[in-house]
């Protein structure tokens, strides 16, 4: 009898166990539900759930030679590593496109310029001041002037109505969401002796919705080794953005 109760309660958790994977395959498939973060008060790195991020690009933004893609599986690899979040890669996406707005990590890499068409403008400010968040790198060779770092700048001039770009304090939460950098951000793949010290970003009324950086971390991401630091880094940057108030996966 005893027996026949132990293997009653077996099967019921069974049951249990594989409705709430269905539930979860209809929240990623069925819903189109992109992001479900379970956020502890009392520990920073107890943070769960899953999450979705891609690669997005415009038409005039030239294609890269470097595999971004292999980059992003490295960091997904690294968040299932170091978190408990289910980080999954979607596919690549237009800047244009509705579906943007339901993604609640976003990365664009350029090295030549960031020319953007107005739709494109428009949908990403629209993004961005609805909880979206952005990673943004210029991947270029870093050099005194730089004509793609010129083209972002005018190009957001055009983009952000409600937000400011500045330079992200040391202090920043950004660098605090996972791991601890007291000193601000590690460094990346900057060469030519070319220092960097600091990320950028665009705050909206008090959230960091985006980053803008030269330090070509994708280049160390898409590395199998030596890449640490970096790694890191990008999983703060994703931490951040899943566990900030106003965004996509933290609505309130």
Known sequence: MKRLNQLFIFCILT???????????????????????????ANKKNVSGYAFICYATGVRIPQQNLDIKRGLINLKEAMLK??????RLDNPIML???????MPFIYIAFDKGLELTE???????????????????NIGIPIETNPAESSFEKMFDDVITKGRFAPIRNDHPLYYSFFDFTSGPPRGAEINMVDIYDLEGVTIEGRLAAIYSKKRYVVKWNELSNNEPQLRMGVNMLVYALKQKGGIAHKE
């Open 96 to 102: 244009s496109s509705p579906q943007l707005k339901k």
């Open 82 to 87: 170091w978190t408990k979040i289910d980080v």
């Open 15 to 41: 049951l249990v166990l594989s409705l709430s994977y269905s539930t979860l395959n209809a929240q990623y498939v069925g819903e189109n539900v992109k992001a479900n973060i379970i956020i502890d008060p």
């Open 119 to 137: 739709p494109e403008k428009k949908n990403i400010r629209e993004y961005l001041e609805n909880g979206g968040f952005m990673v943004i790198e």
